[in-house]
């Protein structure tokens, strides 16, 4: 009977060996432990966030000048204008209105653009095309978000004002909302491309062998296989948008106006906090932690955002094999 491979080799090699193997052992232990780690701090770092929100919050709904029904249907906010905290409104709407009016104008000019230069760069888009277009997107992308709100005052705003004759106020929701599509461009586009470049080749040699035309494949085969992707995208941008800050601090006012109106002023959640931050309000005050319940607010919105993405891609990914 053949001796076997251990017992063939020398006891000092042998030794040698066992150590080699524990070393290793203990080695991959470390790194995930390490790993481990890292992936609790993310966790930790998360739930502090949440509770200092939390306990932030907490003190301002305490307060008998703030009624929480008050907070969620109130049509008026006041807390920066008012000197007299009796008579500060604390309603929540006027900030959400503006908001969601930036955030909308924003994907009116993100969504439809960057899918269809998606589907261009994806389908149809020479290499010499794609190697031109790439770069000017990553451009845009990497444009600091200041830069885009100087550039809704001092460009889209009196470009407004001069094709309407005057209809648009100097800071108003439609410039911001427009400097913030241009900021979510690039994520739509450079998402929903990969989104529709990872669908298989065999899907589109299926469609052109049933005699359809490249734009048929890639609008009705293409397009519908990287839904998910593509929605993905389309609600990364929505929350991009929502939690954009210099912009709408710089270019939608500091008047919250519950208004469908884009020509009027439109300060939003984020604007309120900026504008709360750098008022002379004293720590402990009313007004101070009104900024933690928008906060709240504002992170509840995005975390339901999150969620919901989840579940459409759950609900709308397909698998390939």
Not at 88 to 109: E, Q
Not at 182 to 210: K, N, Q
Not at 217 to 238: D, E, R
Request: charged content about 15%; proline content about 4%; glycine content about 6%.
């Amino acid at each position: 009977m053949p001796a076997s491979k251990d017992s063939s080799l020398p006891a000092a090699l042998q030794k040698r060996n066992f150590r080699s193997t524990a070393s290793s052992e203990f080695r991959e232990r470390c790194v995930v432990a390490f790993l481990a780690a890292c992936g609790l701090t993310t966790v930790l770092i998360t739930v502090c966030i949440v509770a200092m929100l939390v306990s932030q919050s907490w003190n301002f709904f305490q307060s008998e000048h703030v009624s929480l029904t008050d907070f969620f249907t109130g049509s008026e906010w006041t807390a920066l204008q008012s000197q007299n905290l009796a008579n500060a409104k604390f309603g929540i709407w006027p900030l959400l209105s503006g908001t969601l009016r930036v955030t909308f104008i924003a994907m009116i000019i993100a969504l439809p653009l960057g899918l269809i230069t998606a589907i261009y760069l994806s389908e149809f888009a020479g290499t010499r095309v794609r190697k031109t277009l790439k770069p000017t997107l990553e451009i845009i992308a990497g444009i600091p978000t200041v830069v885009l709100g100087y550039f809704a005052i001092l460009v889209i705003s009196p470009s407004l004002q001069w094709m309407t004759g005057g209809a648009f106020d100097t800071f108003n929701a439609t410039s911001a909302g427009i400097a913030v599509g241009i900021l979510c461009l690039p994520m739509v586009c450079s998402l929903s491309e990969d989104a529709m470049r990872a669908v298989p080749t065999a899907l589109r040699e299926g469609a052109y062998g049933l005699g359809c035309t490249p734009f048929e494949t890639a609008v009705k085969v293409v397009v519908p296989a990287a839904l998910s992707g593509i929605i993905s995208a389309f609600l990364l941008a929505f929350s991009r948008a929502i939690g954009e800050t210099m912009v709408v601090a710089l270019a939608a006012g500091t008047r919250a106006t519950a208004t469908l109106d884009p020509r009027e002023q439109s300060q939003t959640m984020t604007g309120f906090i900026v504008e709360m931050i750098k008022s002379e309000n004293e720590y402990g005050t009313v007004q101070y932690f009104s900024l933690y319940a928008v906060a709240v607010t504002l992170f509840v919105i995005t975390f339901g955002m999150t969620l919901l993405g989840q579940l459409i891609r759950r609900r709308y990914q397909e698998s390939y094999q």
